[in-house]
């Protein structure tokens, strides 16, 4: 084994223990798992110690497997980083862009337009990752991040996508059981479809004065989609973005509730590591989706 392929080998065993397999591992770095497992048996050939202990399904990692994969695995973040240096010299979007956003936001707008964003930028590869856990960007080595609201770390650097406006809103069918409410302290006697991301004290301003109303409700949902679906079918309230349910209001599928009362507007931001240079990919990334998201922006349109 000559001293290029050990390093390699030890990039692939850092891979593996970071992916926590094989077939992860493989996926990841777009190589078959017979060629993975190849290059860690050459590599514990080589140094005379086993650095797995492997079974039918999953491996455990040896004592001296531990301490080997320190050195590895900064190899490999070394190799990395002198990769994304160099890309960022190229005046030419190219190389991967890792971004992560909440499962609903992601398929209703982020997917589609990294869809198009390939379609003009080919040479630039887009790893996807929708969940609705507040993702650690840094820890997981992401380049960008969706989110809304204000941020909480310090440790990232934001920029703004859009800002929309939220809105109080029920189906016909709610409404024609339950009734229609006349004044915020009517909100506190309606079955609500809670989510997850917005506090139980609502706080909304009526005629230039703010109001605090506590809601409650038989639904409780962690996903944005979720959320919409239980409100269409007629299980209470929510509070939801306006360019989410323009269309259900123009239809007449959902109605809003008291229209002359303002909630505060939501923020999206695209979030990045502080300290890491905004490359030319990742610079046109945010300015597309900046572009892309103008229809729905109030704090452009009004």
Not at 68 to 80: G, K, N, Q
Not at 163 to 175: F, G, N
Request: aromatic share 6%; glycine share 6%.
């Amino acid at each position: 084994m000559s001293a290029l392929d050990e390093v390699r080998a030890m990039m692939i065993f850092a891979r593996v223990v970071e992916e926590g397999g094989f077939s992860a591992a493989a996926r990841k770095m777009g190589l078959s798992r017979a060629a993975i497992s190849h290059q860690i048996r050459q590599l514990e050939a080589k140094l005379g110690v086993p650095l797995l202990r492997r079974s039918t399904r999953t491996f455990s990692i040896t004592d001296a497997g531990e301490r080997y994969y320190d050195s590895c695995r900064t190899i490999m973040l070394e190799a990395e980083a002198a990769r994304k240096r160099v890309e960022e010299l190229r005046d030419e979007p190219v190389g991967k862009i890792s971004i992560t956003s909440s499962v609903h936001l992601g398929n209703l707008r982020i997917v589609p337009i990294l869809n198009r964003f390939r379609r003009t930028y080919p040479s630039v590869a887009i790893d996807v990752h929708l969940s609705d856990d507040v993702v650690d960007l840094i820890g997981m080595g992401m380049d960008i991040g969706i989110r809304s609201g204000p941020l909480k770390s310090s440790d990232l650097k934001s920029f703004k996508l859009y800002q929309t406006r939220r809105i109080v809103c029920a189906s016909p069918d709610y409404l024609d059981r339950a009734g229609q409410p006349e004044k915020i302290d009517d909100l506190a006697l309606h079955d609500w479809v809670m989510y997850s991301r917005i506090p139980e004290t609502l706080t909304m301003t009526c005629n230039g004065t703010e109001q605090k109303v506590r809601v409650n409700g038989h639904v409780r949902v962690d996903n944005a989609t979720a959320r919409l679906h239980f409100l269409r079918g007629g299980h209470g309230m929510a509070v939801v973005p306006l360019c989410d349910v323009q269309d259900d209001i123009e239809r007449g599928d959902l109605v809003r509730i008291l229209p002359d009362c303002i909630l505060p507007d939501l923020q999206v931001y695209a979030v990045y590591p502080a300290g890491v240079t905004r490359s030319a990919k990742v610079q046109a990334l945010l300015e597309f989706m900046r572009r892309e998201l103008r229809d729905i922006d109030i704090s452009r349109n009004g």
